[in-house]
């Protein structure tokens, strides 16, 4: 079992549709939680970070950390075409250098 | 300018051959690292350095070398190139080596190996 489990999709889903995406993880460890965002053919992009569980909103996203069940997810409101991309969770725990462990990743088209 | 910006972008080369990829970035960070991302988009870490320091070094061929001549640049050097060495490589960095340092990552740089 992988420490970090992500549903690949595809998801597609309308232009103005509410998208949410989810991560499960094992370690209790983690304390760290971001959401990237990958275009083809380009590197990871920061989206959203949290430390610990909550809620945080930036924009159009929402990212929420419930740790008693290890569980996270991002929520795009108002999808756009432009959110089309693979969107990576990753946690990284405490101690032992800030080393990353992500999610498969969950591919996001939205379509006009 | 791009932050972290690493070459060449896309490299293919036959199996045996030695090949190594650079990294730069301009942040001023004090750490980097060096990614792995599989065919199926499967992004895990091999290495990371602090000021020139190996700090993590995860169950890697030892094939693969790094080297930080400095804490602004950070090479991957891969001897004898192997049909599963193809990947997208990633280089990246962050401020500092501490858990929940924001970390920037580069373009990538697109291996395969015929």
């Known amino acids: 079992q992988k420490e970090v489990e992500q549903d690949p999709g595809p998801l597609s889903v309308p232009e103005g549709a509410i998208v949410s995406l989810n991560c499960t993880y094992s370690?209790?460890?983690?304390?760290?939680f971001m959401w990237y965002r990958q275009y083809s053919r380009k590197g990871p992009e920061l989206l959203m970070y949290?430390?610990?569980?909550g809620n945080k909103e930036d924009g159009r996203f929402t990212a929420q950390v419930d740790k008693s069940s290890k569980y996270i997810s991002l929520f795009i409101r108002d999808s756009q075409p432009s959110d089309s991309a693979t969107y990576l969770c990753?946690?990284?725990?405490?101690?032992?250098?800030?080393?990353?462990?992500f999610g498969t990743g969950t591919q996001l088209k939205v379509e006009l | 300018d791009t932050a972290v910006s690493q070459t060449p972008k896309y490299l293919v080369t036959q199996m045996g051959n030695d090949k190594s990829i650079k990294c730069e970035q301009n942040?001023?960070?004090?750490?980097m690292y060096w990614y792995k991302q599989d065919s199926k988009k499967f992004l895990k870490i091999m290495f990371s350095?602090?000021?020139?320091?190996?700090?993590i070094n995860e169950t890697v061929p030892n094939r693969f070398s790094p080297k930080s001549p400095d804490k602004a640049h950070l090479n991957l050097h891969i001897n004898s190139l192997e049909l599963g060495d193809s990947a997208v490589y990633f280089c990246?960095?962050?401020?500092?080596?501490?858990?929940?340092?924001?970390?920037?990552f580069g373009e990538g740089s697109w291996l395969t190996v015929v």
């Open positions: 370690n209790s460890a983690f304390q760290y």
């Open positions: 350095y602090n000021n020139k320091e190996l700090i």
């Open positions: 990753a946690m990284a725990g405490t101690g032992g250098g800030n080393k990353l462990t």
């Open positions: 990246a960095s962050s401020r500092q080596a501490d858990s929940g340092n924001t970390i920037y």
């Open positions: 942040l001023g960070h004090d750490t």
């Open positions: 949290t430390y610990s569980s």
